[in-house]
């Protein structure tokens, strides 16, 4: 056993109970949001192939004297990871752009599209000798139209094609434009054609309707273009379901022919008319639009009444159970609808009002999870965790153990018991609690325990954390 007590000097080790789980620590303090730079930087050095290495770009935070190892790090893949993490500076970017590997210029030429590079490190992207980096600069954040166009002219056709697009192509003179159309490689010319692609209106008369023969444009046509009456009346008696379908979800359909769709034939129009904004609670109680097995449709007209606390309140009256999950999933609710919607007799709508609502209260939020054993975010939530979760531990459901540890008074022995729990889920969650008594969590980073999770917990102290580095480096 690795049988470190709390008590014990880091020297103190007894040996492991078999080969020590070196990148299931690593991976573990490289997650582990209190492993100080000291450890970060070790991490970094010990990632020798490559294994393990993309943690730069995922960790939430790292710390200046970290982020200037990786920058500097004689592994490209270090470099390479760090290009790709989110919220870089572009001083540290710029650093990258100019990195003598093409890997890592690569990398960075990606994250120029959502970081704006200084002028001088665009320059030197864009005459990169490698084309697939040069290809990956249209696009990237400020790009000087001077650039836009020697790169619409490189001598890669990887990189022209790159280089147009709807937005660029208005941007490139005459004469470059002029030699892309005749450009000889197919890519570059394809290209060309998707930019210049206009998109024809759709048709709004009955005679332009009979005149279309593409089907997706009918479709579209049906779902949501502007309708004049005669082309109304002609889709609601369409043979095609599908575009039945379209035209009852149409809000610029008349309601009285959006009516006439109420007794279609086929289950899936019937529900589409059902939800619509236009209907009076009448008129949608009156649809059959049976049961679905399918996730509730958006429905954006409901979210449009969030400013209307009476009009919510009605909406959460509803007899349709989608429009009341619909109402269910606003962040923000009037105290009377989400009581009311809490207490509504569809599992769909309290579990979308457990999801989605910051007003709903945490009991529902459990008696929700306990119902419908699940979904796993529900626990995540700060208003889920509550006193008396513990008795949940004692029960057959992983689920339930699971959500067992958000309770702010769970005993330690009953941390510990979790955390040797059969079902790996709980186990690992249980590993990483800062709570787990200090003994308890050395034992865990032994092989075939939870080694990962339990590197992972902040509650492991810093000298413990590089004597996994450096029993994981010994041969």
């Not at 009953?414 to 040797?420: C, D, G, I, P, S």
Request: with cysteine; proline share 11%; charged share 25%.
């Amino acid at each position: 056993m690795l049988g470190l007590s709390a008590h014990q000097p880091a020297a103190a080790w007894r040996p492991l109970s078999g080969p020590p789980p070196g990148s299931e620590w690593r991976a573990g303090l490289a997650a582990n949001p209190a492993a100080p730079s000291e450890v970060l930087v070790r991490l970094l050095n010990d990632t020798s192939d490559g294994e393990g290495a993309s943690w730069p770009a995922r960790r939430p935070e790292l710390p200046d004297r970290v982020l200037e190892a990786a920058l500097r790090h004689p592994h490209w893949w270090v470099r390479a990871a760090l290009a790709e993490r989110l919220g870089l500076s572009p001083a540290v970017l710029a650093v990258l752009a100019e990195d003598r590997e093409r890997r890592v210029r690569r990398a960075a030429a990606s994250a120029a599209h959502r970081v704006p590079l200084p002028e001088r490190a665009l320059i030197a992207l864009a005459d990169d000798r490698d084309p697939d980096t040069r290809r990956r600069v249209p696009g990237a954040v400020g790009l000087p139209e001077e650039l836009l166009v020697d790169l619409a002219q490189d001598g890669s056709p990887l990189v022209r094609a790159a280089a147009v697009g709807a937005d660029s192509w208005v941007r490139l003179p005459a004469r470059v434009r002029t030699a892309l159309r005749a450009d000889r490689d197919p890519a570059v010319r394809a290209a060309v054609q998707r930019a210049l692609r206009v998109e024809r209106p759709l048709p709004v008369t009955l005679a332009g309707y009979i005149a279309e023969s593409d089907p997706v444009r009918r479709e579209r046509t049906a779902a949501g273009a502007a309708l004049e009456r005669a082309l109304g009346e002609w889709l609601v008696l369409d043979d095609d379901p599908r575009i039945r379908r379209a035209a009852a979800g149409n809000p610029r359909l008349p309601t009285d022919l959006a009516l006439v769709l109420a007794v279609d034939p086929d289950a899936a129009v019937r529900l589409a008319v059902s939800i619509r904004p236009d209907l009076t609670e009448q008129q949608r109680s009156a649809v059959d639009f049976g049961a679905s097995d399918a996730a509730p449709p958006e429905l954006p007209w409901v979210a449009e009444r969030q400013g209307d606390p009476a009009e919510l309140l009605r909406l959460a009256r509803s007899a349709h159970p989608l429009v009341r999950c619909a109402v269910a999933a606003l962040e923000r609710l009037p105290g009377e609808a989400v009581a009311l919607l809490a207490e509504d007799p569809e599992p769909a709508v309290r579990l979308a009002l457990a999801e989605h609502c910051a007003d709903a209260p945490g009991a529902l939020l459990r008696s929700v999870y306990a119902e419908l054993l699940g979904p796993s975010s529900l626990p995540a939530l700060e208003r889920f965790a509550a006193p008396g979760l513990a008795k949940w531990a004692e029960r057959p459901e992983p689920a339930l153990r699971l959500a067992a540890l958000r309770d702010p008074e769970l005993a330690p022995e009953v941390l510990a018991r979790l955390a040797e729990d059969p079902d790996e889920a709980v186990a690992r969650a249980a590993a990483g609690d800062p709570r787990l008594p200090l003994e308890v969590l050395l034992g865990l980073l032994e092989p075939g325990a939870c080694p990962a999770a339990a590197a992972a917990n902040p509650a492991l102290p810093a000298e413990f954390m590089l004597r996994l580095l450096d029993l994981a480096a010994e041969p």
